[in-house]
């Protein structure tokens, strides 16, 4: 008797665009971890204060900011504080700003490893935008404890509802960093000028995103552009739940998870695109 | 009827010559052009076969053209060929490193390959940590790797220093420990690249013991690619012989070794000088017992040594002709010497002379040669260094356990009795 032969699996010189192997990427899932564990110990066993590091930098540049935004160039904050306002914004931004630029140069920073052994690429920005979780925790712990603080010595903010969709917020921002950096991932592998335009990039997008000033002063004109940025809706209804005052409108943030997630969606299939046979460009 | 593991069809590789980055937007934009158009890639035309040896004249080489091969279910199939063959190309399609230019494969079967030893193994980690993560990357579920454990940790040897960062490691544990992990993969096909060339000769064996039991004992399908012929030879029944991204022989692992080592590039086995002068030596050649020129031979073959040169009469009487034996290291293994006036001339005082070294003597390694005309303890009248070189391969002798190692440089075959 003939029993027919069975193939389990074909690789072929090309795919399609839609060819994304989420089944594949779960049954992977103990190298995410794995990965993200990985950064975590490397962290901790290099450095003689840890996570101290963590504070420093934020506290520092609130600081300034508080000096340089608030004293000299008196932005307006909404009447909040002006510590807890930068802080809102530095905690999240550097969130952000740490997957995209992290994510963007995926294929280029794991060449060694990626050439070497096949596994679904997508756990690579995948773990950068988890890892990264780690140190946006204890920031956002410094944060909350500034919150605390102004709520209940100070008295002069009071945290709303809206807080408890911090975690979707949060959601937001990493698929977004996510999506934009797979994008610019793909791109790097073969032209790799983008990296410095992307640097150059990240910190002109700063201050398109209110960060360090909030969304009312911006003059009508203008707001277009930050309406444009998924980020502005993110940011805004994060203060407006922390610090109970701004300009929150729900339909920005409508605007946003659905840019957000076009974003990611086109991020995925690029990304799904190149990293068959980014190898040979690296 | 046995049920294949892998099928190949049409498998071709391509790959940019020079610096990728220049140009590269051009050629891209015109590649999009053609695509819209329906037309055909412009640049995959006109690649060249992949001949190191030929300054290529375009941008683009094939590193495979158009393999085609089937294994069966259980084959361990040895893949051999030269530096720049085409070898690694085929092993990193197969593992999905990345992907075909043309063609495709048919997988049945989990692969697991092992292109590297340690790949993805952080310094700053545990003993412990490190086989969880690379067993991770691997492709191994982290209860697989929890239930294996004991086992990986006994095979490595590095039970002391499991809990100590492996940046402590000396080499020789770290990548023990690496090839512990890979050895205990469960997967239908094992893809292994010449990792045994590292680590000490009882780790060697110990791996190569490992890699039988996986062919033989578990009935697994292995691809091993090693410059180690023995290795190949004892662990692989099929062999697959790669020459300028082409498949050359495909067949039982004995025959595609005898074919391998009988393929080499003769160049280096013959040397002739550009104007022949009178007391000279012209020619060089190194042949088979059947006069082909050949550089690589099995130890138990003899090797033959043409001769040319030309000596006015006057100088017969008291001049020799000689050559030394050079291995690798620059050891003079044995020289030979014989009086002129035993051979004869032709008309123009040219002589043309062979000398047989006997098969079974040098052992597996590489060898030049320097010939010399001299008047014995007064002078060179000429002398070609290390013109032509030959190999002995290591096809199954009882040295190959000790390969890496120096383990002299001839074979004697000494008388051994109880007393």
């Known amino acids: ?282 | 009827m046995k049920y294949l593991a892998i099928q190949a069809t049409n498998i071709s590789k391509q790959y940019r010559l020079g610096e990728v980055g220049t140009g590269t937007i051009s050629h891209d934009l015109n590649r999009f052009w053609h695509k819209i158009r329906g037309n055909e890639d412009p640049y995959l035309k006109i690649g060249e076969i992949n001949d190191r040896s030929l300054t290529a004249s375009r941008e683009y080489v094939w590193s495979l053209k158009d393999i085609n091969f089937n294994i069966e279910q259980g084959d361990a199939v040895g893949i051999i060929g030269r530096n720049g063959a085409g070898k690694s190309t085929l092993l990193k399609l197969l593992s999905k490193v990345t992907k075909p230019t043309t063609g495709s494969f048919k997988i049945n079967g989990r692969i697991a390959s092992l292109l590297e030893v340690g790949t993805g193994f952080n310094p700053e980690m545990t003993g412990r940590e490190n086989i969880y993560l690379n067993g991770a990357i691997l492709g191994m579920r982290r209860n697989e790797i929890t239930r294996k454990f004991d086992e990986i940790v006994d095979f490595s040897g590095v039970e002391k220093y499991i809990d100590t960062p492996v940046k402590r490691y000396s080499s020789g544990m770290y990548v023990r420990l690496a090839f512990a992990v890979a050895a205990h993969l469960e997967s239908e096909i094992l893809i292994i690249d010449e990792v045994l060339a590292v680590g000490d000769s009882e780790f060697q064996k110990k791996c190569l013991g490992k890699m039988g039991d996986v062919s033989k004992g578990d009935g697994r399908t292995v691809l091993f690619v090693s410059h180690n012929l023995a290795a190949v030879q004892t662990l692989c029944n099929k062999g697959l012989v790669l020459e300028n991204g082409l498949i050359n022989y495909q067949g039982a692992s004995k025959k595609a070794l005898d074919f391998y080592v009988s393929s080499g590039n003769s160049s280096s086995s013959f040397y002739e000088v550009i104007t022949k002068n009178n007391n000279d030596i012209h020619k060089i050649q190194i042949v088979d017992s059947n006069d082909n020129l050949r550089n690589n031979f099995n130890f138990n073959e003899s090797i033959k040594l043409l001769f040319s040169f030309n000596l006015l009469s006057n100088y017969v009487d008291k001049v020799e002709f000689g050559f030394q034996v050079i291995d690798h290291r620059d050891r003079i293994v044995f020289s030979n010497n014989k009086k002129i006036a035993s051979f004869l001339p032709d008309a123009n005082n040219n002589f043309h002379v062979e000398c047989i070294i006997p098969k079974s003597i040098l052992v597996p390694n590489t060898y030049k040669i320097t010939t010399a005309l001299h008047i014995p303890n007064v002078s060179y009248i000429s002398r070609l260094e290390e013109k032509v070189m030959f190999n002995i391969e290591e096809t199954g002798t009882d040295f190959y356990q000790y390969s890496g190692a120096d383990y002299g440089c001839v074979f004697i075959d000494c008388e051994w009795r109880n007393r």
């Open chain 1, 1 to 282: 008797m003939k029993i027919e032969q069975q193939w389990t699996e074909e690789i072929k010189s090309s795919n399609s665009l839609f060819s994304i192997n989420i089944k594949e990427v779960w049954s992977y899932r103990d190298l995410l971890i794995m990965f993200v564990k990985k950064e975590y110990i490397t962290f901790y066993k290099q450095t003689i204060l840890g996570p101290i590091w963590f504070f420093i930098q934020p506290i520092l540049t609130t600081l300034i900011y508080v000096l340089l935004f608030g004293q000299i160039a008196k932005l307006s904050t909404d009447g909040t504080p002006q510590i807890a306002f930068y802080l809102s914004g530095i905690t999240l931004w550097n969130y952000f700003s740490e997957c995209l630029t992290k994510t963007s140069s995926v294929f280029r920073d794991h060449a060694a490893i990626m050439g070497k052994v096949y596994f679904p690429r997508l756990i690579m920005p995948l773990s950068i935008v988890f890892s990264g979780l780690m140190k946006f925790a204890i920031q956002f712990g410094l944060f909350i404890v500034v919150i605390l603080y102004f709520t209940f010595i100070e008295e002069s903010i009071r945290p709303n509802v809206w807080v408890l969709i911090t975690p979707f917020l949060i959601l937001l921002m990493a698929s977004f960093s996510l999506g934009m950096g797979m994008i610019f991932s793909a791109l790097t592998t073969k032209y790799k000028d983008l990296v410095f335009l992307l640097t150059f990039g990240i910190q002109l997008l700063m201050y398109a995103t209110p960060v360090v000033y909030s969304i009312t002063s911006i003059p009508e004109k203008f707001k277009w552009i930050f309406k444009l940025n998924p980020l502005t809706g993110i940011f805004e209804c994060f203060r407006y739940g922390f610090l109970g005052k701004g300009s929150f409108e729900f339909s920005s943030l409508i605007m946003s998870t659905i840019n957000i997630l076009i974003i990611l969606i086109v991020g995925v299939v690029i990304f799904n695109k190149v990293e068959k046979s980014f190898m040979d460009t690296v």
